[in-house]
């Protein structure tokens, strides 16, 4: 099982990203998929889920700014980020909530001015 995410960076209040994660080692769509983070000094939080079906969870602190969508035909999901805050400065994750194991590196978001 591995998880890569991609697509952090650098970006000034306000701004957008999108964050992709390419899966393998396991069937995608059979499972519910998420994306989590952990910022500097914090434990790792959820952020969103995504059934199989596209029916979608979010933390509240994200609600309305972050969007999470997969493809299973390519086993990759994905996290559109707008009215980006400085609060969402963190490294993402994905993985399958329900088992949270094979963590893969992350990637980072630095929301600054």
């Known amino acids: 099982v591995r998880f890569v995410e991609s697509g952090g960076g650098l970006v000034q209040p306000g701004g957008s990203l999108r964050l992709s994660c390419a899966t393998s080692?396991?069937?995608?769509?059979?499972?519910?998929m998420g994306w989590f983070r952990q910022a500097p000094g914090k434990q790792r939080e959820f952020v969103a889920s995504?059934?199989?079906?596209?029916?979608?969870t979010y933390a509240d602190s994200v609600k309305g700014r972050f969007t999470i969508s997969r493809d299973n035909a390519n086993n990759t999901l994905y996290l559109q980020m707008v009215n980006l805050d400085p609060e969402d400065t963190a490294v993402y994750y994905c993985?399958?909530?329900?088992?949270?194991?094979?963590w893969g590196r992350g990637t980072q978001v630095t929301v600054s001015a």
């Open positions: 995504i059934t199989s079906g596209t029916k979608t």
């Open positions: 993985n399958r909530p329900s088992i949270r194991k094979d």
């Open positions: 080692g396991f069937i995608f769509s059979n499972y519910i």
